[in-house]
């Protein structure tokens, strides 16, 4: 837990950038885990009485083995601003995602819907008429093409424009470049280097106007493991 840090504070907000590997909140009441919960619990716990009580001043979430910026509410008004903030889609959000592959276009946007199958997403629709579309939209620019022996990759700045579960992970899945190392959309074709063994998507950018009308952009800086990472590819100019 040494490696949650604090990026942001005030009276009714708390940003953290947090690990690969710990979750956002525990899956059900019998998950002992470490999460953000319990680090609240320890460290902020007037928190625990803010909004859904499973998951207390939680306003998004990021999956356990992303890194990078969470926003927690700790005021009832803030829990309510933050949300709605976030439905409304008037949050940016920023991501770094190294993928397999040479992404050609140098920028595009991936719209195409998912389907919800209990907590799970898909791009493939079933025959379950009891399953609902749902509006998804990825923004994303090439930053840089690498290569690595006969690999070849691409670091991406990704804008999830919605905020569906496992959604840039899917987008990019689709277009044919899944995330490196990513354990569920990756196929097992490819190969996760035993160096980085993580999922490389980081959350790396939140840029909003907080409860008070104040514009507010925050950044957390790659993690060390995915920047070794990265400086041992070679960029294809």
């Known amino acids: 837990m040494n490696l ?7 009276s009714d907000l708390l940003v953290i950038n947090k690990p690969s590997g710990l979750l956002t909140h525990p899956r059900n009441k019998d998950d002992n885990r470490e999460s953000v919960i319990s680090w609240l619990k320890e460290n902020r716990p007037a928190v625990l009485n803010i909004g859904d009580r499973e998951r207390p001043g939680i ?23 933050y949300k709605k903030a976030f439905h409304d889609r008037q949050i940016q959000k920023t991501y770094l995602a190294l993928v397999y592959g040479t992404v050609k276009n140098a920028h595009g946007t991936i719209d195409a819907p998912l389907f ?18 749902r509006t998804a939209q990825t923004d994303y620019q090439v930053l840089k093409r690498f290569s690595l022996l006969a690999m070849h990759y691409t670091l ?4 999830p424009k919605t905020g569906r579960t ?13 995330i490196v190392c990513d354990p569920i959309y990756a196929e097992k074709s490819r190969l996760c280097p035993a160096e980085l063994g ?9 840029s909003f106007t907080d409860s008070h009308g104040k514009a507010i952009t925050l950044e957390a800086d790659m993690p060390t493991e995915l920047e ?5 590819l070679a960029e294809i100019k």
């Open 228 to 232: 070794s990472f990265v400086a041992s």
């Open 166 to 178: 496992h959604q840039i992970r899917i987008h990019l899945r689709s277009i044919g470049h899944p």
């Open 198 to 206: 993580r999922l490389f998507l980081h959350a790396k950018k939140l």
């Open 156 to 159: 991406l700045e990704v804008q």
């Open 59 to 81: 306003v998004h979430r990021i999956d356990k083995e992303t890194s990078g910026l969470l926003m927690i509410a700790k005021t009832p008004i803030a829990y309510e601003y």
């Open 116 to 133: 919800k199958f209990g907590t799970r997403q898909s791009m493939k629709p079933s025959r379950n008429k009891e399953l609902t579309e």
């Open 4 to 10: 949650l840090v604090v990026v942001y504070e005030d």
